[in-house]
């Protein structure tokens, strides 16, 4: 097992990162044998290969185009930090992200993260994976994470769910009287007029987010 | 041991200056001795609000490079003979101070004083960095309406931060009236927000005003009831249990009779 390309698991599909620091021909070859390797789990699912600011040649991008296709991956996307490369892959028709979000660890922790504390203005709560929140959000402060978030407690400030291109992503709350959530690359803005507080989830439906009272939408 | 006290709010103009003479005032009045301390250098305040400016001949910044002793620069009150006042600077700014020379001179003004409180200025920068760099408690002043709330809890946050644990909240300037009729915020809706341990309430009061342009405090003023409020502030600092005044003064006439009207609230 090579640590120059990892595979690990993420929402809605799989995540294959590629160190920084290798050759691209040396990270191409390993790529080929990990897809060869995990057939099985590729098979029929969204590939997402983060290739942080690396660039890559027309000839390369579409060698990689050609081995994904080989292996059957229903989907594959770029995210890289390179505009340069993002543009070229849309046009060799390969959808392409910058690089949502950079934390320490890039690991995403399967199980999700409960925190227990409130969020004041000014401050800001990162999170690869699931995040539930036992507190208020206060306006001015942010909860920022790549899988969904739960918050057990008040929304006043901003939420951005599906940080890293997840739109399965949801926002859930008490009270969410959030200035503005997002969920992947959808933003929505809260009414001018907010009435009575009850629970809501919100979720993206079609191409616009979508806010249901919970009481409704679990049924 | 002294207890050293930093009065701040993020917002300007909510009430930092008014709330730390008064409350150098009443603790001196129960019979503390007590410096209180101008840290907004460069925009000083707490020296007119005490009608003491005339007097001051060093200031805080004099001590710190050395041109004079402690001593020199301390001036007393005009009325209670335990207070004493730390001006700031006026022809410098904030630069001219460090977090640790803020420490080093709060430890000399501990051994003096049974309490010292710190007039903190606007914002979140390096004036505010310095006057909570000697601090052991914080004192947050704020009044009942959003954007003064929304900078309270940025600075409860920074205080958090810069581990001053959690600092306790006076409501100043509140319009029981406006809070019936919905228009103003009620001291509920700020803590809901903010989270905090409340140490006051005060009422809005002209005053204030008059006071301030003569240089006096209201806390002086056995009749005033915000001299009152800021009195108890005082006792609870020291550790007494006062219980908090409301300020729900009772509705006139006219509210009672649309109230009735209106179905009651």
């Known amino acids: 097992m090579t640590d120059r390309v990892a595979i690990k698991g993420a929402r809605g599909g799989v995540r294959v990162v590629i160190d920084d620091a290798c050759s691209w021909t040396d990270a191409f070859n ?21 290739l942080g600011g690396r660039m890559l040649a027309e000839t390369d991008l579409q060698a990689l185009q050609t081995i994904v296709t080989q292996h059957q991956v229903a989907e594959f996307e770029l995210q890289t930090d390179s505009r340069e490369l993002r543009q070229l892959a849309r046009s060799l028709g390969v959808s392409a992200r910058p690089v949502g979000l950079r934390t320490e660890t890039r690991a995403s922790d399967p199980l999700g993260a409960i ?27 942010e909860i920022i994470a790549t899988g969904s978030v739960v918050v057990f407690g008040r929304v006043r400030g901003t939420v951005y769910a599906g940080a890293s291109g997840n739109r399965e992503a949801i926002i859930c709350a008490i009270d969410l009287s959030a200035t503005q959530i997002r969920i992947a690359d959808v933003r929505a803005r809260a009414p001018e007029e907010q009435g009575d507080k009850f629970p809501e989830i919100a979720c993206i439906e079609g191409d616009r987010i979508v806010v249901h009272e919970w009481e409704t939408y679990r049924r | 041991m002294a207890k050293v006290i ?18 150098g005032t009443a603790l001196a009045m129960l019979g503390k001795k007590v410096v209180v301390m101008d840290a907004d250098i460069g925009l000083r305040n707490l020296d007119v609000v005490m009608g003491l400016e ?88 704020t009044t009942p309406e959003v954007s003064a709330v929304r900078d309270a809890d940025r600075i409860i946050g920074l205080c958090e ?96 009779i649309s109230g009735m009207f209106r179905g009651g609230r």
């Open chain 1, 115 to 141: 925190v227990m504390r409130n969020l004041r203005n000014g401050q800001v709560l990162k999170h690869h994976g699931d995040l539930t929140l036992l507190g208020d959000v206060n306006g001015g402060a």
């Open chain 1, 30 to 50: 390993d790529i080929q044998h990990q897809l060869t390797q995990n057939a099985a789990l590729l098979n029929g699912v969204k590939v997402s290969f983060e």
């Open chain 2, 6 to 23: 930093t009065v701040t709010s993020g917002k300007g103009g909510v009430g930092k200056t008014t709330s730390t003479a008064n409350l």
């Open chain 2, 54 to 141: 005339n007097r001051i001949v060093y200031d805080l910044v004099d001590v710190i490079e050395g041109n004079c002793r402690l001593r020199q620069a301390l001036i007393k009150d005009k009325h209670q003979p335990e207070l004493f006042l730390l001006p700031a600077a006026q022809t410098k700014d904030k630069d001219a101070v460090s977090e640790e020379e803020m420490v080093e001179l709060v430890e000399q003004l501990r051994e003096e004083f049974e309490y010292v409180l710190i007039d903190s200025p606007a914002g979140i920068e390096s004036g505010f960095k310095n006057a909570i760099a000697g601090a052991d408690e914080v004192i947050i002043v």
């Open chain 2, 161 to 256: 931060a810069h581990e001053k644990g959690q600092p306790r909240l006076i409501v100043n300037r509140l319009r029981p009236k406006m809070v019936r009729s919905g228009e103003m915020m009620s001291v509920e809706d700020v803590l809901q927000i903010l989270a905090v341990d409340l140490i006051g309430i005060i009422p809005e009061d002209e005053d204030v005003i008059t006071a301030t342009n003569k240089g006096e405090v209201l806390v002086g003023d056995k009749s005033s009831r915000t001299g009152k409020c800021y009195l108890d502030i005082a006792r609870r600092i020291t550790g007494e249990e006062v219980p908090i005044d409301p300020i729900e003064d009772n509705p006139s006439l006219l509210e009672r």
